[in-house]
Nanobody, 126 residues
């Protein structure tokens, strides 16, 4: 599956952004999806994941309660709503997908994912 991430930008602390990941090429509903991010000088880290069924999601502790991940399999899209953004959220955000037989499992290990989007930059100013 091919992934395209978009929606990044510059926002002040406390503001909101919505990132989208559009998929094409394969049956999107067969894929679990996740967002990762990488800040300058840091390793890539898990942000949020969603299972094939959309009913199961998981979040990094650093974003829990502020970020919400959802998906629309009919539109082949995943959306990460980011609220109350903080300067430490500044990073390049990547969406990733993995084909799986498990409908209710999300994944958080980057090594699991075989398909990656190109990344979109989120900058949060203080």
């Amino acid at each position: 599956v091919q992934l395209q991430a978009f929606g990044g930008g510059l926002v002040q602390a406390g503001g909101s952004l919505r990132l989208s990941c559009a998929a094409s090429g394969r049956t999107f509903s067969n894929y679990a999806v996740a967002w990762f991010r990488q800040a300058p000088g840091k390793e890539r880290e898990f942000v949020a994941g969603i299972a094939r069924s959309a009913g199961t999601t998981g979040y990094a502790d650093s974003v829990k309660g502020r970020f919400t991940l959802s998906r629309d399999n009919s539109k082949n899209t995943v959306t990460l709503q980011m609220n109350n953004l903080k300067p430490e959220d500044t990073a390049v955000y990547y969406c990733a997908a993995v084909e799986t037989v498990f409908r209710n499992t999300y994944y958080s290990d980057a090594r699991t994912f075989g398909s990656w989007g190109q990344g979109t930059l989120v900058t949060v100013s203080s």
